[in-house]
């Protein structure tokens, strides 16, 4: 506190004594608390289905679509599902439990921010101010818009070099803004003090609505879609088949409604409805607070001012001023109860000056005028957070027909209305044939434990924390670290110096040696470390734990039939035999890349399917929907922490070990595994490995006798120079060889062709999911639309189109490429990273965004920037040259690399 404190006052009187004592003179001086909305227009809505709780037999005894909640992410997904395809899912209704907007919608503070650091982020935020003002015009209803702008401070040199690269990734979108001075600031927001700002973000577009009005505009336009909205009926549980299939809903009056589809947008309350029926739905709320001034006129129509590294923001308020906060260290809401309380409408928290004093006082320090006026309004309410601070949207990998559409992170109103429209394209097409890159907020990147509250409640405190907080590359979240699970080597690791991060549910080492130091520009502190990984690998031989792979074992009568009618190449290869092979969806996306092994019967028969850490729900969810979809007799088992894998890279990798072999011998072909006994344990498996480029291993060990082995491994690596690697070190070498990568350089949204992995389809086998589409060529126009380059030079947005229009794809095809990255010749040159924007040439294309970089890294062995970029198909094949990457406040020339430098094998 006393940290914040002095920063607060640093520069300005009163003295800090005086200035806690007139922080608690304002707050002396509060009028009451925020007021819940006294009533609705019920006649925007139509012919009204608000029920009395009395009158449940008005309700429908079934649906095709049931929507939970009636907030703005509720009415949102209603509108989006039945406008998508009115036919197939006009029969849809939302059931909210008390009023519209009665959870946490009716006390948002209304922010349509603009700016995002994420492409999909800022597309959401500009779509979901277009559908507000387009419904707004259709239906007859004013969402109280205001556009006023706004601006992001950076009083520190680290912010300043981050809206830099915000400026860039908003842009590429279509979003106009700007670095401005500390004196335009001051032009825009004279109420403001500027004195320690070093610049900021100017986003002219940026607004704020009313969001009780923004969600009635939304449930009438879900209404003229044929949507039926009923106030007064809560859902007490979602019913399932005996197959395990969501099919249908009980209100608490008993009240029995069939259906296909259950769309959980019912924010806090998401998880135990979730969990009463086996679903994890990783959120929790916290109490999220602001102040709201006595009169201020002196701010009227001020753009709405973000000060992150005071965790505090700032808007016009109807001739007062709201500040609000995002603490470091937030408050668990219901902290000491197993689940949120049913009656919880239109809820708040008690006051608790002695949590934000330290806030009020740097509050005061950049709007002066509080200390000369009171506040009239202290408030506090609930607000979801999710483990990793991005939404929750897609289908439950533990319920089929059960959707999520929650945990928006304080922003539901900006977000929300987009996150509806990719849960709505989900349900159309039961998520077969996505053409999107939604897994960053896709529920399925969490494992299960990340619900429980031992878990989920720490970490949404931290979440709401770093939605202001600096947080640096490759920093990872504190909370609940001791919840992930271990592999068997993480003791002897630790003891070796590894910095630990996560990996899905796991922790791996990100690299050995002193733990990270943040920063947003200049030489990273862990690339000391890496460099030395990296160097060892090429040059004598790595040890890497890659315990943390996704293994999924596939068993049954019908498990051959069942992988090769779901894989791209042909996986039933003999046993001990194994081949690289992707998965795709009905249009020829990439849902996952992936090794498949066919196992020995001395391996107890099946098969082994291997991909990366983060993908292993998502991954047996495909695998599990898929089998069902098409009736084989299959089974998926989970058995990734069964076995440990230890990965050997290098020059002198086989020479190591041939060393613990003794005269045992191995089959040095790729895709064949030998079973060989290491350290006494006779059942350790051997196949080879290229991943890093350099001659590799992969050995896979039963978890319980891995120690054994390793202690072993290392113990003979000292004659060969063995070091020890972390995940940088390999995803590094990985670039380096040109290798793509699933989550990175690879997604649903792109077909095999477009990134070089068109060798992974099979030509000659019978049919299997994508076939068609995922054969065709990189630039064919097929189903595409031919819009991208225009609409880029137009900053038009595709998702806009692509949500109203719900066309099977919209952009381009893309081409995937490694490039060199010219005048960035040391580590600390330039900071990359994934996101940013690729140029085209100037003259041709007027400079617009024609890509983005997918991976990033420095070549510490070959003294080069490289990085894989997303470019436009057509620009590609035909007009490459004159590419550049922005970074920051720089741009820097892209020089295409026709041989991966690391790929030696």
């Known amino acids: 506190m006393a940290h914040f404190m002095a920063h607060a006052c640093r520069s300005r009187q009163p003295t800090l004594r005086s200035s806690k004592i007139l922080c608690r003179h304002l707050a002396q001086n509060l009028k009451g608390k925020y007021p819940p909305p006294n009533q609705f227009d019920s006649r925007s809505l139509g012919s009204s289905e608000r029920l009395p709780k009395s009158e449940a037999t008005r309700l429908p005894s079934s649906a095709r679509c049931v929507v939970v909640g009636g907030g703005v992410v509720g009415c949102s997904t209603a509108y989006h599902v039945a406008s998508r395809n009115s036919s197939k899912w006009g029969d849809t209704i939302v059931l909210e439990r008390d009023r519209l907007t009665s959870g946490t919608t009716w006390h948002a503070a209304g922010l349509m921010g603009r700016l995002a ?43 300043l070099a981050l809206i830099h690269r915000w400026q860039r990734v ?112 990783p959120l929790w709320p916290c109490e999220h607070e602001y102040i709201l001034t006595e009169a201020m006129p002196e701010a009227k129509n001020m753009p709405v001012i973000r000060n992150y590294d005071e965790y505090t923001y700032y808007k016009w308020d109807a001739g007062k001023v709201l500040c609000g906060f995002f603490e470091p260290t937030a408050k668990t809401a219901f902290k000491n109860e ?113 619900a429980q509250s031992a878990f989920i409640k720490p970490r949404a405190s931290e979440t709401l924390g770093r939605q202001y907080k600096m947080v640096f590359p490759h920093e990872h979240c504190t909370s609940a670290r001791d919840l992930y699970h271990r592999t068997p080597l993480h003791d002897r690791l630790a003891e070796r110096g590894a910095v630990f991060a996560p990996a899905g549910a796991i922790e791996r080492p990100d690299w050995f040696g002193a733990p990270l130091v943040g920063s947003w520009s200049g030489e990273q502190s862990w690339h000391v470390h890496t460099s030395a990984e990296c160097k060892a690998a090429r040059e004598t031989v790595a040890l890497f734990d890659q315990s943390s792979l996704s293994k999924l074992r596939v068993e049954g009568p019908g498990a051959a039939a069942a992988l090769q009618h779901v894989c791209s190449a042909n996986v039933v290869r003999g046993p001990d035999r194994s081949i690289y092979t992707l998965m795709l969806n009905d249009a020829g996306g990439i849902e996952t890349e992936c090794t498949v092994s066919q196992l020995s019967e001395e391996m107890g028969g099946g098969f082994l399917v291997m991909s990366g850490s983060g993908v292993r729900v998502k991954d047996a969810h495909w695998l599990r929907k898929q089998i069902a979809r098409f009736g084989f007799d299959a089974r998926v088992h989970d058995v990734t922490e069964d076995t440990a894998v230890l990965g050997l890279y290098g020059p002198k990798a086989q020479e190591l070990l041939n060393t613990v072999l003794g005269n045992e011998r191995i089959n ?142 919209v952009e381009r095809p893309i081409s995937l490429g490694l490039y060199e990255v010219g005048g960035v010749d040391k580590p600390g040159d330039a900071l990359l990273l994934a996101g940013d924007p690729v140029y085209g040439r100037q003259g041709d294309t007027h400079g617009a965004v024609v890509g983005e970089v997918t991976s990033s890294v420095f070549s510490f062995c070959f003294g080069k920037h490289i990085v894989f970029c997303h470019i436009d198909g057509h620009v590609a094949q035909h007009d490459a040259s004159g590419l550049s990457v922005g970074i920051g406040a720089n741009t820097y020339p892209l020089v295409a690399i026709d041989s991966p430098p690391g790929r030696r094998v």
Request: net charge negative; proline share 6%; charged share 20%.
């Open 668 to 809: 040095t072909k790729m895709g064949v595994w030998s079973t060989v006994t290491i350290g006494g344990v006779s059942t350790v498996r051997v196949s080879r490995s290229v991943y890093t480029g350099e001659m590799g291993w992969e050995l896979h060990i039963p978890a319980a006798d891995a120690p054994a082995v390793y202690d072993v491994v290392v113990a003979a690596g000292d004659e060969f120079g063995l070091q020890h690697a972390g995940a940088l070190a390999l995803d590094t070498m990985r670039v380096e060889a040109g290798h793509p990568r699933w989550g990175s350089d690879i997604s649903a949204a792109v077909r095999p062709c477009e990134v070089g992995l068109g060798f992974a389809v099979s030509r000659k086998k019978d049919d299997f999911v994508g076939k068609g589409p995922g054969l065709s060529p990189a630039i064919d126009s097929g189903p595409l639309k031919q819009i991208d380059c225009d609409a880029a030079a137009r900053n038009e947005d595709l998702l806009s189109y692509y949500l109203a229009h719900g066309e099977d794809r």
């Open 117 to 159: 650091g994420s492409k999909n982020v800022a597309r959401m935020r500009k779509y979901g101010q277009q559908i507000f003002e387009s419904l707004a015009k259709e239906v007859g209803m004013d969402t109280g818009f205001a556009q006023h702008g706004g601006i992001v401070l950076a009083t520190t040199p680290q912010r």
């Open 338 to 450: 197993p689940r949120v309380p049913n009656d919880f409408s239109f809820g708040t928290f008690p006051d608790d000056l002695d949590h934000l004093e330290p806030y009020l006082l740097t509050a005061m320090h950049r709007l002066p005028l509080l200390e000369t006026r009171g506040i009239s309004t202290f408030f506090s309410g609930p607000e979801s957070f999710t483990p990793d601070g991005t939404e929750l949207i897609g289908e439950s990998p533990d319920v089929p027909g059960l959707y999520v559409c929650a945990g928006m992170n304080s922003h539901g109103i900006t977000c929300g209305p987009a996150a509806g429209g990719a849960v709505a394209e989900w349900i159309d097409d039961g998520g077969n044939s996505m053409t999107r890159d939604w897994f960053s907020m896709d529920i399925r990147r969490f494992p299960p434990f990340m």
């Open 170 to 281: 908003s842009s590429a979108v279509g979003t106009p803004c700007r670095i401005i001075s500390a004196e335009e600031v001051k032009q825009l927001a004279p109420v403001i003090n500027c004195d320690d700002v070093l610049g900021a973000l100017w986003s002219p577009e940026d607004g704020q609505i009313d969001p009780v009005n923004g969600t009635l505009v939304l449930a009438a336009a879900a209404r003229k879609q044929g949507v039926g909205i009923f106030e007064h009926t809560p859902v007490e549980t979602i019913l399932t088949d005996d197959s395990g299939a969501v099919c249908g809903v009980r209100t608490e009056s008993g009240h029995v409604i069939d259906c296909e589809r259950v769309v959980l947008a019912s924010g806090m309350w998401s998880q135990q409805l979730g969990k009463d029926i086996g679903a994890a739905i």
